[in-house]
Nanobody, 124 residues
């Protein structure tokens, strides 16, 4: 079974930083897209970033470009999301998710495999 374990959330003041980690196991896809989505109370899931295990290509939604950086370790078992210049509106539960291959317009919020979330709270 695919297992994704997210960690690294916490409470920070606006302008602060956090690094989320997602340990992935239980799958043997030759090529996959892995990334992060978030969900704030009362809001829809929002895919925010992903990376290709094959090409290293990355994607970010506009609201996090220049502030968040996604990366994957050389063993391709852990994906990170470095979040800087955090804003109050970044407050949400953050989840990592994975899908086989790289579909056209991939959205981690719709990936079939996702793990437990980690809470990020940004205060003003």
């Amino acid at each position: 079974d695919v297992q994704l374990q997210a960690s690294g959330g916490g409470s920070v003041q606006a302008g602060g930083s956090l690094r989320l980690s997602c340990e992935a196991s239980g799958f043997n896809f030759d090529d996959y897209a892995i990334g992060w989505f978030r969900q704030a109370p009362g809001k829809e899931r929002e895919g925010i970033s992903l990376i290709s295990s094959f090409s290293g290509s990355t994607y970010y939604i506009d609201s996090v470009k220049g502030r968040f950086t996604i990366s994957i370790d050389s063993a391709k078992t852990t994906v990170y999301l470095q979040m800087s210049s955090l804003k109050v509106e970044d407050t949400a539960v953050y989840y990592c998710a994975v899908d086989k291959g790289w579909a056209e317009n991939p959205d981690p919020a719709t990936f079939p495999h996702r793990g437990q979330g980690t809470q990020v709270t940004v205060s003003s």
